[in-house]
């Protein structure tokens, strides 16, 4: 709990970007009204909302800027030479101008901007990922691990009206699945919120409530396109720490880590490394090192395991590719490689820590998913999921990135229970 405090405010500057003062003006309307003025009477207005697209021509610029109050955007047509401001997919703005009638077929108004004023940055290296906040509550057991808290009512039903849900609920170990049946409509999206593990572990890595940083990629088709989305959002987020928090960082590396920054920085300058599972495999057999599970083909990587190969590859952080298929969920994509079968997984292990991410392409073939889910017994429950590869399914793939194990690796901090203010674990449920 040492850290606890420093960490909150760590977590704050890496979620929150720093608004700009506002504009005051009269003539605000919304974009439903302004998309309702009839007719267009030239006024000069104010509108504000967030950049849902850009298009940028030699002498004119084009937005479409939404505030919620309606399913239409607004178009805002402006003068090439504010296209060298911060303006980004997802920025609030603030625009002031003349509401007029637009030459185009499609919407009866556009606003012709005079000014616009950049309330709140959004990061380029978003890439246009949507934030979306996946279920807490569910009935799908992601992982397949059984690891999970079932959720019923303090007062027990009458066995006669059955379950609350009409199914037996649990609470959520991966927001994946969901994720899944959006990245059809949205192509990129995420999710940052709490999960839930049942494992009875007192170790110094693991949590039975954690949270996780996760995203699904839609037309992405190998493992390289996905471990660099991975490696990127690594660098980036401790960059922004870094900048954004020197004083917490700082504190941490000072009285908690003596050294760290150094292999922190060692991190970051660094290009991660990929080796195959049976690559790691064959580095362990050949260890002097004696292991408390003796590494074998077929069998899962323990955190020693993950710890010893990071320190093999000069303290970088490295990416296990192709586990077997045996180990892995049934969502996981088949490599058709043979006898000794393989699915597109990966891993990316770090120092310290061990495993940090964990992601995979995904099954989009219908037939090879269908096959899967008959072997392991699934084919009821989850038919929904099936039924994705029916209509308009794409090579997707995506990742989930433990949070509480990510400040442990950019802070130097050993236990994970030191970087959550209320640590929740196999018999600790206190406050």
Known sequence: MLAAPCLLRTLRCLCSSAPRPRCKGRGRLSVRDALRAQPPSGERVKVQGWIRSIRAQKEVLFLHVNDGSSLESLQVVADASFGSRDLAFGSSVEVHGQLVKSPAKKQNVE?????????????????????????????????????????????????????????????????????????GAFNQVFTFGPTFRAENSQSRRHLAEFYMVEAEISFIENLQDL???????????????????????????????????????????????IISYTEAVDILKKASQNFTFTPEWGADLQTEHEKYLVRHCGNIPVFVINYPLALKPFYMRDN????????????????????????????????????QLARSGLTEAY?????????????????????????????GVDNIKDVIPFPRFTHSCLL
């Not at 699915?343 to 120092?351: I, K, R, S």
């Open 111 to 183: 606003l012709k901007a005079e000014h616009i004023e950049v309330v709140g940055n959004c990061d380029a290296k978003d890439n246009g990922f949507v934030h979306i906040h996946t279920p807490i509550i569910t009935s799908n057991d992601c992982e397949g691990a059984g690891e999970l808290f079932q959720v019923e009512p303090s007062s027990k039903m009458k066995a006669s009206e059955g379950n609350f849900f009409n199914v037996p609920a649990f609470l959520t170990v991966s927001g994946q699945l969901h994720l899944e049946v959006m990245s």
């Open 227 to 273: 471990t660099q989305i991975m490696e990127d959002l690594f660098k980036t987020s401790a960059m922004t720490v870094l900048s954004n928090c020197p004083e917490d960082v700082e504190l941490c590396h000072k009285f908690l880590a003596p050294g760290h920054k150094d292999r922190l920085e060692h991190m970051l300058k660094s290009n991660f490394l």
């Open 336 to 371: 058709e490689d043979g006898p000794q079968r393989t699915v597109a997984a990966v891993d990316l292990l770090v120092p310290g820590v061990g495993e940090l991410f964990g992601g995979s392409l995904r099954e989009e073939r219908y037939h090879f998913l269908e096959q």
């Open 383 to 411: 038919q929904w999921y099936l039924d994705l590869r029916r209509f308009g399914s794409v090579p997707h793939g995506g990742f989930g990135m433990g949070f509480e194990r990510y400040l442990q690796c950019i802070l």
